[in-house]
């Protein structure tokens, strides 16, 4: 590879027409990243990893404005916490570091609005594939729809079950424009069987199949869009009861990916 020139952080390097200009890349005093990754979209689970923290003996390190903490596992190997990254650009930027700070595989935790009745505020979404309405992904270009890995897919529904947790499976809609969900694309998304709607999965597997890695998410529903009017569930001490304890299950589950 041709010598690039240091700034901020990131390598810029001579390009072709087709190639980018900015390079993530690790830079010295950084983690490197042997393990798997929990990436945690929200800053309510955020708030958790960084309060048990200690208790993991996890070593922070800074990451854009998220937070970046690394957790011992054995004698060689490490399990990574990173977010909060709300919305695909800033998602992507993160995730973007992270791979080149060396993980593989990423676990994506965060919330989704249900379309279906069949969902409701506290259930959890495994997704399979997206409709993208985001903008990040477009400049990624990949031979695939955004999906996530049937394997992490799988092992992480096994997980869940085991710890009496049921999910749902299938596609999501991803938007930028959280204030134009509208009413008819609503309706026309859940006449698809689209269960639900984020803001960063069709990025971040976009992402993921362009660098290469496995990646897959557990969206918890913290709002329903199928009625007359929207029904929010996230102040809820109930929502925020399931929100902690799904984040605890994925820090269980985790180290089975080592």
């Known amino acids: 590879m041709s010598k690039g020139r240091r700034f901020c952080g990131l390598f810029l390097f001579p390009m072709t027409t087709t190639d980018a200009f900015i390079h993530p890349i690790r830079l010295k005093g950084e983690p490197e990243l042997k393990g798997p990754c929990l990436f ?28 970046l903490l690394t957790i011992p596992h054995g004698e060689s190997s490490l399990v990574s916490w990173a977010g909060p990254a709300i919305g695909a650009p800033f998602a992507v930027m993160t995730l973007e570091k992270l791979i080149a700070l060396g993980i593989s595989q990423c676990i994506v935790l965060g919330w989704c609005g249900s379309l279906l009745p069949s969902l409701q505020i506290g259930d959890v979404v495994l997704p399979t594939w997206a409709i993208s309405e985001e903008g990040t992904s477009p400049h990624y270009p990949v031979n695939q729809s955004p999906q996530s890995s049937s394997r992490l897919r799988h092992s992480l529904r096994a997980h869940l079950e085991e710890k009496g947790i049921s999910s749902a499976e299938g596609p999501v809609w991803t938007t930028d424009a959280l204030y134009r969900e509208t009413g008819d694309k609503i309706t026309r998304y859940a006449d698809q069987s689209i269960l639900a709607v984020d803001m960063e999965f069709s990025a971040l597997a976009t992402v993921s199949a362009f660098r290469g890695i496995d990646m897959a998410a557990v969206l918890l529903v913290s709002d329903e869009l199928f009625h007359t009017e929207w029904k929010p569930g996230f102040h809820r001490k109930s929502f925020r009861k399931k929100s902690r304890r799904l984040f605890e299950i994925m820090t269980e589950f985790m180290p089975t990916l080592v």
């Not at 689970?45 to 998220?66: C, D, I, T």
């Open 40 to 67: 945690l979209v929200n800053p309510q689970e955020a708030r958790y990893a960084v309060q048990g923290a200690k208790q993991n003996k996890a070593q922070s390190f800074p990451l854009f404005h998220s937070n």
